[in-house]
Nanobody, 126 residues
């Protein structure tokens, strides 16, 4: 069974940095394109970043471009989200997701992902 476990969230001041990790078990990591999403209270879940199976291609939401970096280590079955220059608007629960469907790689829609983690909270104080 595929499981995703996020870690690394916390409270940080505006302008600070955090690095989120998502460990994937179940033997499918190298077959999965991966994504990070976030959801703030009262808002819909939104796309943050995605990375291809090899890690050679990435995609970002405009709101985080040039501040966040997604990466993956296929040897460790882990995907990361390095978040710099954090703003109060970045406050949300952050979720990683794995997609297995053939022919897909960088996806913005949550509907294209098959497995989800439980989320990790990021709070940015202004």
């Amino acid at each position: 069974q595929v499981q995703l476990v996020e870690s690394g969230g916390g409270l940080v001041q505006a302008g600070g940095s955090l690095r989120l990790s998502c460990a994937v078990s179940g033997g499918t990591f190298t077959l999965s394109f991966m994504g990070w999403f976030r959801q703030a209270p009262g808002k819909e879940r939104e796309f943050v970043a995605a990375i291809s199976r090899s890690g050679g291609s990435t995609l970002y939401a405009d709101s985080v471009k040039d501040r966040f970096t997604i990466s993956r280590d296929n040897a460790k079955n882990t995907v990361y989200l390095q978040m710099n220059s954090l703003k109060a608007d970045d406050t949300a629960a952050y979720y990683c997701a794995a997609g297995l469907r053939a022919g897909l790689w960088l996806r913005r829609s949550s509907l294209d992902y098959d497995y989800w983690g439980q989320g990790t909270q990021v709070t940015v104080s202004s």
